[in-house]
């Protein structure tokens, strides 16, 4: 093997091996599964029916509990002759779940129905009601008293419903200008939607590797130096291979973790939520049944339908290609900023904020630019090289200008290289350095020591 | 690429070259140098100072060759250049006959003043992979590692971390990363800094052995009297210069000053002026200095005739250590 290649394998080994690495890479996906777990418990819970009797005393609803639709939830019953007070004492007797209860003095003017602008009721339960249950409530007491009112004003509820017409019925279909022979292409809203948060995990995946590894790359570094056994190692091999090794090591670590995690966490939550598809089907139906927002219904399909609309070939392509560009060209940096380091972090951290400033600078921009993906500071930032490898995959996935993503990886990889190259030879001289605080000054003046 | 091409080529070229004055004969032989190293005026500077200042010696093949000088002298920029951790400015270094490049780092064998090896990382994976880096196989250092172990019966650390070893016991690590893959050159900065006794007397005779079996040895240090034990042949640099460089005997011979130390019985009242001068007499102990143009023999002679019971004679030769100062405070 190579002692490239060794170098590669004992960085690689000696941190997969670590029970902080292994720890790390075992909760991770078990913190998706809880999370998710709790997710599906929270959307499919409060399925036992809760049995709901209403006292009237205000007499708005005037009918019988007929005309109240009960659901999987929440079933009505209508009594008149019995008192609130006896039958709080008795609820348990009943097999009553809770007593909705409407007062008199909730409804002022009970021949001016129209007039009503809102209405306090009251609910007496021993277990108070879940938030689909309440709500469902609500709206079911709502439309009661809407029919109420429009029978009242004489409005037929036929002719409403022909008049009504929402701002989601307005269709927005904005096409892009540009290229003649591109075909006009459709940009929905929820495209935009799915694209922002695409951008953002991808953006935010990028910034976490450069910043975690990033740091790993130069606590290593120190420590060989610290530990003097730099100087036997770089008898054996050239610094540069070291380093290089290294950092390719410490790649492969975190492509290794976050290669379990792309198989663990999707394989877990698909396991469990094959626990979950009975009662999942049955709040589904029970959502169809009680017609609750049969928008958002609309939007989730059409959100699954966008994800599947982008070309994840290209993007992954690029999105490798920025990943590993950027990991590549920030690691040499923070093993350049290492190899300056004496023991003494404390002193060290000024060199450290030379590094990190401008990734977290581009993190911010970031998220700027996934609000205005074309803005003028989001194609700059996208294009210069120690920005881009996080400012350009957030900006991929809203389909910039092929030119603009080819130039910005051009320059991001001749960079790449020049910085390797650069960092090489500070990294080279400064692991041999002892004692002194090292200046920025210094490190410029590294770059130019002969061998 | 293209760079290792080249190497590829230079190395087959060198080796023709080589069968060719193998079979033909050539005057400047490489197969048969003498020398393991050859410093031809090396030069090395750092930004203000100059390391190495017109640096030139030899370290005979099989010898124990000490690399003198105060700290700071430069004698670790000398061994980073040996080494291929710098390069030199201008000049030649001469590895077994040939130029020195980075192939030889595998016949190099390492152990710098600053001791380090990596805590965390079990001794026996350890030494792997730093025998492997100088371009042993799985299988050679795994009988290497065993054969180390079994000599020093330490075998039981294995699947120890070194954090868990004493400081003595890493030392004997150290030592065995440093001469795994049997180099042909060994660079010892320093070797019994930190040492108790027996484990600098467990480090000496491994040195010494490895030299019986043709090792060449160089022992970079400050302590004459470890040099004086151990060294053939030295060189002494200050402020970077070479300011002495011989056999130690020949040097001894160079700056002795012809002191005389006679143990005697009875009175040395009878003064022997003529020949040397007393520098200083007790009871039964007189040391002389030579006069110039006379040899011992008048002397010895001189003090039988003024019947001057002798019971022993013989020259006081310098320590190193006053060459050292001496040569240093010039």
């Known amino acids: 093997m190579s002692k490239l290649g060794l170098i590669i394998e004992r960085e690689y080994m000696t941190r997969v091996r670590k029970k902080s690495f292994i720890l790390t890479t075992l909760i991770t996906p078990i913190g998706f599964l809880i999370f998710f777990i709790v997710i599906m418990f929270l959307m499919t819970s409060g399925t036992d029916q809760k049995k709901v009797v209403i006292i009237d005393e205000s007499g708005i609803l005037g009918l019988d509990s007929s005309a109240l639709a009960s659901n999987s939830q929440v079933v009505f019953e209508y009594n008149k002759t019995i008192k609130l007070n006896e039958l709080k004492k008795t609820i348990k007797e009943n097999n009553f779940d809770g007593i909705l209860f409407i007062p008199k003095t909730a409804v002022q003017n009970i021949e001016n129905i129209p007039e009503l602008k809102s209405l306090k009721v009251e609910f007496y339960a021993h277990q108070q009601l879940g938030m689909n249950a309440q709500s469902y409530i609500q709206s079911v007491l709502a439309e009661r008293l809407k029919s109420i ?17 929402k701002s989601s019925d307005i269709q927005f279909d904005p096409k892009n200008l540009g290229d003649e022979n591109k075909k006009e292409k459709d940009v929905s809203g929820s495209r935009i939607y799915v694209a922002t948060f695409l951008g953002g995990v991808m953006m935010f995946l990028i910034y976490f590797v450069i910043i975690i590894y990033g740091n790993m790359v130069m606590r290593s570094v120190m420590e060989e130096k610290t530990n003097r056994i730099v100087e036997i190692i770089i008898s054996s091999v050239k610094p540069f291979e070291l380093m290089l090794g290294k950092i390719i090591g410490v790649g492969a670590v975190g492509l290794t973790q976050f290669g379990i995690w792309a198989v663990t966490i999707p394989t877990l939550n698909f396991i469990v939520s094959l626990f979950f598809v009975g009662r999942l089907q049955n709040s589904n139906s029970m959502m169809q049944s009680a017609k609750v927002n049969p928008d958002e219904m609309e939007n989730f399909a059409e959100i699954l339908q966008e994800l599947w609309s982008f070309n994840y070939f290209e993007i992954f392509f690029f999105f490798m290609l920025f990943f590993l560009a950027g990991y590549i060209l920030y690691a040499s940096l923070f093993a350049a900023i290492g190899a300056a380091m004496g023991d003494d972090w404390g002193e060290g951290q000024s060199l450290t904020m030379i590094v990190v400033i401008p990734v977290i600078l581009a993190f911010y921009i970031g998220i700027a630019v996934i609000e205005d993906p074309n803005s003028s500071l989001g194609v700059f930032a996208s294009i210069f090289p120690l920005f881009s490898p996080v400012v350009m995959p957030a900006r991929i996935v809203f389909e910039p200008p092929m030119w603009q993503i080819l130039l910005s990886l051009l320059l991001l990889l001749g960079n790449c290289w020049l910085f390797v190259w650069i960092s090489g030879r500070i990294y080279r001289a400064g692991i041999l350095m002892y004692g002194k605080k090292t200046t920025l000054r210094e490190l410029v003046k590294w770059m130019f020591l002969k061998e | 690429m293209f760079v290792s091409r080249v190497k590829i080529e230079l190395c087959r070229l060198s080796f023709k070259l080589r069968l060719f004055d193998i079979i033909f004969g050539h005057p400047n032989l490489n197969l048969i140098s003498v020398n393991i190293l050859s410093l031809e005026s090396v030069f090395k500077k750092y930004q203000t100072k100059t390391a190495v200042d017109n640096v030139s010696f030899n370290v005979p093949k099989g010898s124990i060759f000490g690399l003198l000088g105060p700290n700071g002298a430069g004698k670790t920029s000398i061994i980073r250049i040996i080494t291929s951790i710098t390069r030199a400015d201008t000049g030649t270094v001469l590895f077994n006959g040939e130029r020195l490049y980075e192939k030889h780092r595998t016949q190099i064998g390492y152990m710098p003043e600053e001791r380090g090896l990596y805590k965390k990382m079990k001794v ?16 050679e250092a795994k009988d290497r590692i065993e054969y180390w172990y079994n000599k020093f019966d330490i075998s039981s650390w294995h699947n120890k971390k070194v954090e868990e070893l004493s400081k003595g016991m890493q030392q004997k690590i150290q030592f065995i990363a440093t001469i795994i893959h049997d180099p042909l050159l060994l660079i010892l900065d320093e070797p019994f ?9 467990l480090i000496r005779d491994e040195i010494l052995e490895l030299k019986n079996k043709g090792t060449s040895i160089i022992f970079s240090t400050h302590r004459m009297e470890q040099v004086e034990q151990i060294c053939e042949e030295i060189v002494l640099i200050h402020e970077g210069k070479n300011v002495l460089n011989g056999k130690v005997s020949d040097i001894k011979q160079q700056f002795k000053e012809h002191l005389f130390e006679v143990e005697f019985k009875g009175d040395f009242n009878n003064s022997v002026d003529s020949v040397a001068i007393p520098v200083s007499i007790s ?23 003024k019947e001057i019971e002798i019971v022993s004679f013989r020259e006081i030769l310098p320590s190193l250590n006053e060459i050292f100062i001496k040569t240093v405070q010039k």
């Open chain 1, 149 to 165: 009112k429009l029978a009242d004003l004489g409005i037929e509820t036929v002719k409403l419903e022909k008049a009504e017409i």
């Open chain 2, 124 to 139: 026996g994976e350890q030494l792997t992979y730093l025998s492997r880096l100088k371009g042993l196989t799985k299988k």
């Open chain 2, 193 to 201: 800094s930190g040492l108790d006794p027996v484990n600098a007397n």
């Open chain 2, 283 to 305: 009871e039964g102990k007189a040391v002389l200095k030579l006069n110039e143009g006379v040899s011992p023999n008048k002397l010895l002679s001189e003090i039988i005739s």
